[in-house]
């Protein structure tokens, strides 16, 4: 397959270091789709699974070098940390292995639409204000994560399609949940509808969408844990939400068309 090359990628809540990582499916999304401009939204390293386990497999080393390579052939990287690498966001405008560190950016797509560029955690009032609730709630995450991968190993055995995800099922389950969603795409939006900014793109809560609220645009980048999404800009400045499989591109949602 050729590599596909966007004018911006965005991509979040990798969790490298935990066992919640799909770091095969994240390698092989790394290998076919290049960029002018790579945002890394939060979530990138989860120091929270490494301060309770070492976890770090080769595969996890290999993201951090395909990474750093795409920097040093010149794509440009912009690293936003999240509530899971918060200390990184001590290191503002900070530049390692050139890629640069900043607690939100703005970006201008071609047809001049202004996005603010932030993780998203700090719209979450839970995460904000109840750390130790957020924790927990991660917590409860994993054991669904780790559930995951032993379902997945079934249904595999069965022919049956190996990519459910059993956290995505319970979250559509779980009224709150939904209700928690909702929530804070209106909350992130309401907070910044007068910030001279045409949208937001984010990550944080692993449930990737593209939506206009009250004439302003909510992009989040989902995840690579549970989705395995990506938020993409083509070379004519629309935006494009997908999902990757290893080695084939699905859509998941139509391109914005141009103005």
């Known amino acids: 397959m050729n590599s596909l090359v966007y004018r911006t990628i965005w991509i979040s809540d990798l969790h490298i270091g935990s066992t919640q990582c799909q770091a095969d499916t994240l390698l092989d999304f790394l290998k076919h789709n290049n960029s002018d401009k ?15 386990k070492m976890y770090w497999p080769a595969n996890h080393n290999t993201i951090i070098q395909k990474i750093l390579r795409k920097a040093r052939q010149g794509t440009q990287i912009i690293y936003i940390p999240g509530n899971h690498d918060e200390n990184v966001r001590d290191y503002d ?7 640069v560190v900043k607690k939100s950016d703005i970006h201008t797509t071609l047809q001049g639409k202004r996005f603010l560029i932030v993780h998203g955690d700090e719209y979450d009032t839970i995460a904000k204000h109840h750390k130790w609730i957020a924790k927990l709630g991660s917590v409860g995450y994993d054991w669904l994560i780790e559930i995951n991968r032993v379902i997945r190993i079934f249904r595999s055995w069965f022919g049956l399609r190996s990519n459910f995800s059993l956290a995505a099922y319970v979250k559509f389950k779980v009224k709150n949940v939904v209700q928690f969603i909702s929530d804070y795409e209106i909350s992130i939006v309401h907070s910044l509808k007068n910030a001279n900014v045409d949208g937001v793109i984010c990550g944080h809560i692993h449930h990737a969408e593209i939506k206009n609220i009250e004439d302003f645009l909510y992009v989040n980048t989902g995840d690579f844990v549970e989705s395995c999404t990506a938020i993409v800009e083509h070379q004519d400045g629309s935006l494009e939400l997908i999902k990757w499989q290893k080695c084939e591109q699905a859509l998941l949602a139509a391109p914005i068309p141009a103005n």
Do not use: Q
């Open 38 to 52: 790579l945002y890394l939204v939060g979530d990138i390293i989860d120091f929270w699974a490494l301060s309770k």
């Open 93 to 99: 405008n900070y530049i390692f292995g050139d890629i």
